[in-house]
């Protein structure tokens, strides 16, 4: 992991907004945050909000000092694994499963092997609630976005872009290609919490009969 140091940006008076190298350095410096949280030794920060080269802190009571602090941290790599992932059962009958496979240069069967052979872990949410940006695809296997986006992805599909994977919660418009449906509710108001996926949680997608790579 590249070891390029945080730059923090005053956003407001009470927040700001922290810079990282990339993915995986915003992950573990997110992983950070919680940490020293948890130990007590963060100060008072009302939200913390990770994306996917910054991460936001809202509520600072003293910004300028929490800055300068940072500048000084000695982040390490992600923390070890514990306890199990969640398990999402996938139809792989996304009508871009086919699309996608030709673009990693294996048949239908592999790519829905390599899909649900990859541990993945949410670096943050966003786009829409219970939406969660999913790591841990080989970087060979980034996909680009569609050249046209639908203007409707029913709820459940499962779907890639760029490093990501995700899964859509309520039927939008999007551009990401569709490899799969799950019936799996990722947000659920009457649920607490509401997201089934939140910063950090691990996810294992599960194959839930056989690849189709049809279209629907």
């Keep these: 992991m590249r070891s390029t140091a945080p730059r923090a940006l005053r956003v407001g008076e009470?927040?700001?907004?922290?810079?990282?190298a990339g993915g995986e350095e915003t992950e573990a410096f997110h992983a950070e945050l919680l940490r020293r949280r948890a130990a007590g030794t963060l100060p008072a920060v009302r939200e913390i909000v990770p994306a996917a080269r910054t991460?936001?802190?809202?509520?600072?009571?003293?910004?300028?000092?929490?800055?300068a602090e940072l500048s000084g941290w000695e982040v390490g790599p992600l923390p070890a694994r514990v306890g199990g992932a969640i398990e999402i059962p996938v139809r792989y009958d996304g009508p871009d499963l086919a699309e996608v496979a030709?673009?990693?240069?294996?048949?239908?069967?592999?790519?829905?092997?390599?899909?649900?052979?990859?541990?993945?872990?949410?670096?943050?949410?966003?786009?829409a609630p219970g939406f969660g940006y999913l790591t841990g695809?080989?970087?060979?296997?980034?996909?680009?976005?569609?050249?046209?986006?639908?203007?409707?992805?029913?709820?459940?599909?499962v779907a890639l872009a760029g490093p990501y994977t995700g899964v859509y919660p309520r039927s939008s418009p999007g551009g990401w290609q569709l490899i799969g449906t799950t019936d799996t509710v990722l947000w659920d108001t009457g649920r607490e919490p509401a997201a089934l996926?939140?910063?950090?949680?691990?996810?294992?997608?599960?194959?839930?009969?056989?690849?189709?790579g049809g279209g629907r």
């Design 14 to 20: 009470r927040a700001l907004l922290v810079e990282l």
């Design 55 to 67: 991460v936001l802190l809202d509520g600072v009571t003293d910004p300028d000092r929490l800055a």
């Design 102 to 127: 030709a673009l990693w240069g294996v048949s239908v069967e592999a790519a829905v092997r390599i899909h649900t052979a990859t541990e993945f872990r949410v670096a943050f949410c966003g786009f």
């Design 137 to 157: 695809l080989d970087e060979r296997y980034g996909v680009p976005r569609r050249a046209t986006p639908r203007t409707t992805v029913p709820a459940g599909s």
């Design 197 to 212: 996926l939140t910063p950090g949680t691990r996810v294992r997608f599960t194959a839930d009969g056989a690849a189709t």
